[in-house]
């Protein structure tokens, strides 16, 4: 809640400074496996903007709705052969428990039989230690990361309802600084606690399910949204089979 880097921010300043203001567009980029098609799909499927790609259709990318945490583990575990081409992420949904911080038998993130731990105390090196394998990374400690593939645990802030992605923030970890103050702005400005939250929300999934190169493997908590996102992969899978 406490990001300024908004374009209306920075022209704001430029202009008090005298500053010459360029707009530029990027045309491509080399995450996701070069595809610009993916993240474009991402936005469209969750909603933060619409985009002609509504499908999967041409786009070099696997990514997969898995049934249960544990397979989405597994998933990571295999393609992790390679040391450190795989970490599991999760919505930052369970509060990262100060007791266990640097004790991997603390279980953090609960999902009925499947638990597991927030990375240690090792948030600055999570992305090349051998063991960070075995625990999870959220939006803090991943973004600006890459991987081959990542793994994905979307949580209780965002579920899909009456035919659209809903997200709340009331679901969130106490420990998440990201939307610390929200519960206040809620009770001062519902309609504008709303749209922050939506937006800071949407572009966590997001990136998230772009931190892998290769691949993505998602579990949701809400069922609902796994069924939905299955079926928006499995739509461009039968656009390209009819080609």
């Not at 790609?53 to 070099?60: K, L, R, S, V």
């Not at 007791?99 to 990375?119: A, P, Q, R, T, Y």
């Amino acid at each position: 809640m406490s990001d300024i880097g908004s374009v209306a921010e920075i022209e704001a300043w430029a202009k008090r400074e005298g500053a010459e203001i360029i707009h530029m567009e990027l045309q491509s980029q080399f995450r996701c496996n070069g595809s610009d098609g993916y993240p474009a799909w991402l936005d469209h499927v969750l909603e933060i903007q619409e985009t002609a790609n509504y499908d999967m259709e041409g786009i070099d990318y696997d990514i997969r709705i898995c049934a249960t945490p544990d397979e989405v583990r597994k998933i990571v575990i295999e393609k992790n052969q390679a040391p450190n081409h795989a970490r599991l992420l999760a919505g930052y949904c369970w509060n990262w428990l100060k007791e266990g911080k640097n004790n991997s038998d603390v279980h953090d993130i609960k999902i009925g039989d499947f638990e597991m731990s927030w990375n240690l105390g090792n948030t600055a090196t999570y992305a090349i230690d051998d063991t960070s394998v075995n625990e999870a990374g959220c939006i803090h400690t991943s973004q600006g990361l890459e991987f081959d593939y990542v793994g994905v645990i979307i949580g209780e802030d965002m579920r899909y309802e009456d035919g659209k992605i809903v997200t709340d923030f009331t679901k969130r970890a106490r420990t998440d600084q990201s939307v610390k103050g929200m519960k206040k702005l809620y009770r001062e400005n519902p309609k504008k606690a709303l749209e922050l939250a939506d937006e800071i929300i949407k572009n966590t999934y997001r990136t998230l399910m772009t931190r892998g190169m290769k691949g993505c493997y998602v579990y949701c908590v809400d069922q609902a949204l796994g069924n939905y996102l299955k079926e928006q992969i499995r739509l461009g899978k039968d656009n390209g089979r009819r080609m």
